[in-house]
């Protein structure tokens, strides 16, 4: 049976599967935080692979220690000007604090960032981290510096979106070694469904999309995109 992954997802433990229009598959997927809340919807998750951390927006909450055993990753975190670009220079420290804890800890990373590219690259490049840039919505020239860096470049519905023609062109280069799919459930539904409330099972529309824009076969595109997840999470836990 077909075999998808869906490596970022938030809240998948409420999400039960739904009747669907697309065959039926085996789905992995990981449950993200980036928040308290959202760090103990992921620990509850039914899956192997969890990522914890404390994202842009959690500047001014209390940011309890995590216990990273078991742990597949740090995330997300990042950086996001679009609403907040006042807080830019805070954003960048806890970014970076974060980049060296997941060194530290041998841990990947997953990595949001909007509006922010410049400086994203900028903290990339002063903690060499690894890991998994994360919905990514960028154009050509920054994803090519993202995959200098190392990155694994993940495509949400985003990609499906009308307006989303660099993130398209993007998905044509990015070599089979370094591509993945996800949800960022509940938000950003794929076509054909966007509007509704997202569950990882989308996760099919994502790389149907990708599959033929890419020119090769579903079952092709879900291996490869399979075994690059595995991959990068699986060589974390401890």
Known sequence: MLTLFDTHAHFPSELGRESSDFPPFELEFMAVGG?????????????????????RDQLDSDRAPIDYANISAVGEIGLDYHYSPETRTRQIALFEEQLQLACDLGK???????????????????????????????????????????FMISYSGIVTFCAADNVRETARFVPDDRILTETDSPYLAPVPLRGKPNRPEYVYHVAKFLADLRGTSLEAFAAITVRNARHTLCSSQS
């Open 35 to 55: 928040s308290q809340e959202l760090n103990a919807s992921a620990l509850a998750a039914s899956t192997p692979y969890k990522a914890l951390g404390y994202d």
């Open 108 to 150: 990947p990373v997953v990595v949001h960032t909007r509006e922010a590219d410049d400086d994203t690259l900028g903290c990339l490049r002063n903690v060499r981290a690894r890991g998994i840039i994360h919905s990514f919505t960028g154009g050509p020239d920054f994803c090519r510096s993202l995959l200098d860096l190392g």
